[in-house]
C-alpha cells in the first residue's frame, strides 16, 4: 500500500524559504518518477514539479521555475522540495504524488506565504 507522509510546512514571510520533505513506502520508491502537486485556497491541484526516479530529469512549472529545487534521495525513500524566494502566491497545500495529476498523493502540508 503505498503511502505518502509531507511534513515542512508552516508560515513564513515573503521572499523566505522552506524545505518540504515526503516520505515513502509501501513500493518501490526508486523505481518511480515522483511529483509535487499543491491547490491553493479555492483552487484545483496544480502540478509543480517532477523528478525522474534516478534523480537525473527535473522538470518545474514555469511560477516555481528558478525559485523552487526538487530532489530526492532513494537510499531513504524520501522526496524533498526546497522553496527560495517564497511569494503570497505559492500559499497552498503541498502534496507528493506518484502521478502528475496528484491522484495519488499524501495528506499534504501546509505552507502559508504571509508578512
Known amino acids: 500500500q503505498v503511502q505518502l507522509v509531507e511534513s515542512g510546512g508552516g508560515l513564513v514571510q515573503p521572499g523566505g524559504s522552506l524545505r518540504l520533505s515526503c516520505a515513502a513506502s509501501g513500493f518501490t520508491f526508486g523505481t518511480r518518477w515522483m511529483y509535487w502537486v499543491r491547490q491553493a485556497p479555492g483552487k484545483g491541484l496544480e502540478w509543480v514539479s517532477t523528478i525522474s526516479a534516478g534523480g537525473g530529469i527535473m522538470n518545474y512549472a514555469v511560477s516555481v521555475k528558478g525559485r523552487f529545487t526538487i530532489s530526492r534521495d532513494n537510499a531513504k525513500s524520501t522526496l524533498y522540495l526546497q522553496m527560495n524566494s517564497l511569494k503570497s502566491e505559492d500559499t497552498a497545500t503541498y502534496y507528493c504524488?506518484?502521478?502528475?495529476?496528484?491522484?495519488?498523493r499524501g495528506q499534504g502540508t501546509q505552507v502559508s506565504v504571509s508578512s
Open positions: 504524488s506518484i502521478d502528475s495529476l496528484g491522484v495519488t
